[in-house]
């Protein structure tokens, strides 16, 4: 269940309907060992950086003097070649505090000639100054 994003309390709720006796701290528990296991090991931003290599991203990050991610950019290859053709128009749009990290994510979109939209790359940034950006 919590593969398909069931919240735990949910979870619960339903195998307390199944006569299934159980805590909510088992529930999470059990959550945070799969995880770890998926993970094999590694931290959640060691596996997505494992993830964009292995399936040949472009991708470039920075690490801060605490050695943790501060600047994360990644774009698919094929719209890095998209954006080569379609370079005239460009949205570009910043969500705030919509991740566990409360990190800005910058997002790039631009448009094919049919209007057929398509992101260009991802960025996640410590802050939102101008060498950010750059």
Not at 12 to 35: D, G
Not at 41 to 53: H, I, M, P, S
Request: hydrophobic share 40%; glycine share 2%.
């Amino acid at each position: 269940m919590a593969n398909k994003t069931i919240a735990p309390r949910e979870i619960i709720a339903t195998l307390t309907e199944n006569s299934t006796m159980t805590t909510l701290k088992t529930i999470h528990n059990l959550i945070n060992s799969f995880r770890k296991e998926r993970l094999g090991g590694c931290t959640a931003v060691q596996a997505l950086l494992d993830d964009l290599k292995d399936k040949e991203y472009a991708y470039d990050y920075k690490i801060d003097e605490l050695g943790r991610l501060s600047h994360l950019f990644f774009a698919y290859p094929l719209s890095i070649e998209l954006a080569r053709f379609y370079s005239d128009t460009a949205v570009i749009d910043c969500t705030y505090k919509s991740n566990w990290y409360k990190m800005p994510l910058l997002d790039v979109v631009s448009s094919t000639v049919t209007n057929h939209t398509f992101a260009v790359c991802h960025t996640f940034t410590a802050a939102e100054h101008e060498d950010d950006y750059i």
